[in-house]
């Protein structure tokens, strides 16, 4: 596919929901404690995952993941020991060091040991290669303009198995399109966040929309997805992105409550492929990631092969195939993402058990679209499907099949974390 070409057209349909608040987890009237304990408690995804039950299996051991961001700060109590030898595709100094903080924290939810007060990142066994490209409010010139192609090719080159791509972009030229086929050529599992303007322009951003690239949505705690998660036919799959802990900035004296971002649960997608890439070692990337979209937390209701412009293939719950083993891993050579599937057709299939869930009613988040068609449905479970997430409720779905558009042909950048 060329910068000017349009992405094959898909038939996804626009599932948007409210679920039942079960596993809502409250943190007010917490006595003073620990710092540790504190930003614990607050990444209640790592609980609602039952993450302890996970790392008694994988933590991701033997994976690594080049996160391409503002940099990562290697020295956090968290990181320390968990942090390669990168590359600094800005030319600025050589440095990975970060610049705002925002790569540190990505680093840290993907593979932070939570040691003396730091994140807690969900595959703390693996590790990290920094990558830095300069992002928008970097406090120096822009001295390599190919500074994200670069980044792409050099994370392809890399030992890492796992490229994360916290930020996104309007930008779109035939550099960056290659580097990113040149990646996925390599074998590399590539996260990108789709964006945070989804109840603005809700523009299509790179690279999470290039076909070869996994595009991240974000959902809170309830399992909605967020008004700002963008939304289209470029979402693959959707993870916890809201009231996340973080850096407030690049002096690293503190995390920040309540942030929130598509970059947030890109990380954690990451992370989730991390730990099962980790149970085994010999899939290819193509089979991480259809047992990713197979066991994802979706609704009994939603047909097998049908993509939803909000959740993708569903929410990620690494638990469903850790401790429970759901998701074949199929094909290794065939891709499971709709643009690279092919006539071959490597959706999830029809067997797989996406799990259970409860009853509850369905919306679009505040400022959509309403759909064109509704597709009425129930279904029940019991309180826990014990698949890696609480109960997710998907009762009536509300659907519209979207036509995906064409790609836009741009060089002005504007690449935000």
Known sequence: MTAGTTHRIRRRLSYTFALVGAWTIGFAGLAPAAVA???????????????????????????????????????????????LKGFDATETDGKTDDYVGHGTTMAELIAGTGRSGGLQGLAPGAKIIPIRIRLEGAPFPEKNVWDEADAIRAAA??????????????????????????????????????????????????????????????????????????????????????????????????????????????????????????????????????????SAARGDDWKPGTVSNYLGYGIVRPNAHITRGLGKPGDPNVSPLPDMAGASGASPSASASPGSSAPASSQAPAGDPSPDTAVAGSSSASADDGGGLPVWAFGAIAAAVVIGGGTIAVVRKRRRA
């Open 157 to 294: 080159d890399s030992d890492a198995q796992i490229i994360n791509m916290s930020y996104g972009g309007i930008g779109l030229t035939s550099r960056l399109e290659k580097a990113v086929k040149y990646a996925h050529s390599k074998g590399k599992l590539m996260f990108a966040a789709v964006g945070n303007s989804g109840d603005e322009e809700n523009m299509r951003e790179y690279p999470g929309a290039f076909p070869e690239v996994v595009g991240v949505a974000a959902t809170n705690s309830e399992g909605t997805v967020g008004d700002f998660s963008q939304h289209g036919d470029f979402v693959d799959i959707a993870a916890p992105g809201l009231d996340i802990p973080g850096w407030c900035d690049a002096t690293f004296t503190r995390y920040c409550d309540g942030k929130q971002g598509t970059s947030h649960a890109t990380a954690i997608a990451s992370a989730t492929a991390a730990l099962i890439w980790s149970a085994h070692p010999n899939w290819t990337a193509n089979q991480v990631l259809r047992v990713m979209f197979e």
């Open 37 to 83: 304990e504190d930003v614990r408690a607050k990444q209640w995804y790592l609980n609602a995952m039952h993450a302890e039950d996970i790392w008694k299996k994988e933590t991701g051991e033997g994976i690594k993941v080049a996160v391409i961001d503002s940099g990562v700060n290697s020295s956090t109590p968290s990181l320390k020991g968990q942090v």
